[in-house]
């Protein structure tokens, strides 16, 4: 089946520690994105990429980074530079363009720094 | 600057009954994409429509309905007979086609669809 996956689900850090979340996707899409989402609230644009080894900020990229190396993988990273990492993060891709095509998103991971 | 504004945070009612989900958008361009998405408790986002700015025709898909208003820039969302299967959260979004396939995302309206 097509999709995207992420992971892992949840995953717990203690604060200083890098840490770097998985995305993977089948669906053969260009752009790939990493969303933030904190309680109550909708989602914020961390970073994304129309192609790989190309990727833009987005609104809130301070302390975080990416890499695209292959097409059908976009590893975040949570930096110690990040200054409140706990967060829901959802990985998403879609065809590239300005078509406004869909974005298909993952199950999201949990991340918990403490 | 876009922005989409989902006034009503949360929303409950009683199974059966209908109910509009309202979304109001601001951009500057002529030529503009708006989405539904659902996010159920799992977490991940379900994509469940797309409109562009030159088709102002309703849609109608089984239970889910949405009117898009460009006069009062609004995109509207209306589930009928609501099923405790509904309860999640519904984020409306706008894609500006001057910025490829960006999203900017409402806030979000938690509903519940109590029995």
């Known amino acids: 089946d097509g999709g995207i996956t992420q992971s892992p689900k949840y995953l717990f850090r203690k604060e200083g520690q890098n840490v770097t979340l998985s995305c993977e996707q089948n669906?053969?899409?260009?752009?790939m994105y990493w969303y933030r989402q904190d309680p109550g609230q909708g989602l914020r644009l961390i970073y994304y990429?129309?192609?790989?080894?190309?990727?833009q900020k987005g609104d809130i990229a301070e302390g975080y980074s990416v890499s695209r190396e292959k097409k059908e993988s976009f590893p975040l990273t949570v930096t110690s530079a990040q200054k409140n990492p706990t967060a829901f993060y959802l990985c998403?891709?879609?065809?590239?363009?300005?078509?406004?095509?869909?974005?298909?998103f993952g199950p999201g991971t949990r991340l918990t720094v403490t | 600057a876009q922005k989409v504004t989902q006034a009503q945070t949360e929303i409950s009612v009683v199974e059966k009954e209908d109910v509009t989900l309202d979304c109001v958008y601001e951009?500057?361009?002529?030529?503009?994409?708006l989405f539904w998405y659902k996010q159920p408790p799992s977490g991940e986002l379900v994509f469940l429509i797309r409109?562009?700015?030159?088709?102002?025709q309703n849609e109608i898909s089984g239970r889910y309905s949405w009117n898009f208003q460009k006069s009062t820039s609004s995109f509207n969302f209306t589930i009928t007979a609501s099923q405790v299967v509904d309860s999640a959260v519904y984020f409306c979004?706008?894609?500006?086609?001057?910025?490829?396939?960006?999203?900017?995302f409402g806030g979000g309206t938690r509903l519940m669809v109590k029995p």
């Open positions: 998403a891709s879609s065809e590239a363009g300005t078509g406004g095509y869909e974005q298909y």
């Open positions: 669906l053969n899409h260009d752009a």
């Open positions: 990429s129309q192609i790989v080894n190309d990727f």
């Open positions: 951009t500057r361009d002529t030529t503009y994409y």
């Open positions: 409109r562009n700015s030159f088709d102002e």
């Open positions: 979004a706008l894609s500006e086609q001057d910025a490829g396939n960006m999203l900017t």
